[in-house]
Each structure stands twice: as C-alpha cells, then as structure tokens.
C-alpha cells in the first residue's frame, strides 16, 4: 500500500484527485490511502506528528496564502531541507509553469498541468510503481577476487581515479578496479548521468546544479565539477524531470 496525499485549496479538485485515485486503485488492483489537506500547514502537521507519504499531489498557489502561509514551494524546501525529507515523491499540480525552474531544488517527482484528466493520473502511477520496483536493482562489482553488490539507490555517484573506481554512498566507500566508460550502459543504472569524465551521478542525489557544478543531498553537501562539453547534456537531463 502507498500513502498518498492531496494538497490542494479547491475543494472540487480534491474531489476529482480523489475520485481519479479510487477509480484508478479498482481498475489496476492498487492499494492507495489517501487524505485531503486544504493548507500547506495541515499537511505540514502531519509530518511533524511522525505521519509521511509516499506521495504528495500538490498544488503550488493557495488563494487564500499571505505572506505568513506557505504555498507549495515552501512546504517543498521544508520537506527537503528542514526536514530532510527525501524519500516522499512531490508531483505539483498546477497552471503556473513558471515555477518549475524555482523548484528544481526541491527535486519534484512530477509535474500535472490542470485541467487533470483521469489518463494523467493513470500516466504518473504507472511510473511511479516503476520507479519504485527499479529502487530495488543491484550493482554488482567485483573487488579482491569477490563478488559484492549494493543497492542502487543507495549509490550517490561513481567517481574514476585512475584504474579504480570509487562508489560513494550516503555513508560509505567501496572501490574496484574498472573504467567509468563501462558503467554507461548498466540498465540499472539508468538513474545517473555522466557530468565529468570523472564522475556518474545518481541524479536523485542532486539537490541543485549550477552550469559548472552539482551539489549533492548529504550533510556535507559535495559538489562535484561538470565538464564544459557536457553543460548542455546535464543541463537537458534534469529540467526535463
């Protein structure tokens, strides 16, 4: 079962979201639980007392938000910063485009433009429970004449120096002998890019990027360089998440 909650001021779009999410668990034999939220603080509450989702469908301007609320943006950076939130997936449901680039920080899952239709929310659902089956590969490496593995997405980055390669996770270091080159068309790591001959980033690692530089999630924050012949290649992988 995933928990999914739906943040939104209008009350016939919660409705909708609802309805489409009910429709949706029945057609595809999906267990969902939900729960509605009409301000950004509500949902907030719900964190603070220890209650998470998997999923938060969230709209970003309130019509009744001044500046002592949060629209959808803040509680995205509040979720991700403050609280070090990085597991629940934010999809944004919205008109307004132009606050796409102004949360790339906060690593949106989604966007849904409105008016939503039923196929959208079957669209995104369906690759959600993907993604959610791929976080379960493994990358297997050799290193002194054993064989080891490590789950994907427990993997920060790759980085080459020289014959040896360096996997950098949250926590720890494990290095063997191989080229970075080689690791491009591993199908499970489909998830990370190549920014610099030297490094192959997890790109749910990222918490934002600059044309010279990405900045990981992780209490030292490492930023790592992006080679200028590759600028334009990163640049088009992330803005198109």
């Given amino acids: 079962m995933i928990r999914v909650a739906i943040c939104d001021d209008d009350k016939r779009m919660q409705e909708s979201l609802s309805k489409y999410l009910l429709d949706y668990s029945i057609q595809c034999d999906r267990e969902i639980d939900h729960s509605e939220f009409d301000t950004c603080e509500k949902l907030m509450d719900e964190y603070l007392k220890g209650n998470s989702f998997d999923v938060i469908l969230l709209d970003i301007e309130f019509k009744n938000n001044d500046e002592k609320q949060m629209n959808g943006i803040e509680l995205g950076k509040r979720l991700r910063g403050l609280y070090a939130n990085d597991n629940t997936a934010i999809v944004y449901v919205t008109s307004y485009g132009e606050y796409a680039i102004d949360s790339i920080k906060i690593r949106p899952y ?67 002998y191989g080229k970075l080159s080689n690791l491009l068309d591993n199908e499970s790591l489909s998830d990370f890019i190549s920014i610099h001959k030297s490094y192959l980033v997890n790109k749910n690692y990222i918490e934002r990027f600059t044309s010279h530089s990405v900045v990981l999630i992780g209490i030292d924050r490492v930023e790592l360089p992006i080679s200028p012949n590759k600028k334009m290649e990163v640049s088009e992988q992330l803005l198109k998440e």
């Fill in 110 to 176: 989604d966007y849904i433009k409105k008016p939503i239709t039923y196929e959208r929310i079957v669209e995104f659902f369906e690759t959600y429970y993907l993604d959610q089956a791929k976080r379960k590969k493994v990358f297997e490496y050799t290193a002194h004449k054993v064989k080891n593995s490590i789950i994907v997405s427990n993997i920060c980055y790759f980085e080459s120096q020289g014959r040896t390669i360096v996997i950098h996770t949250i926590t720890n270091q494990y290095t063997f």
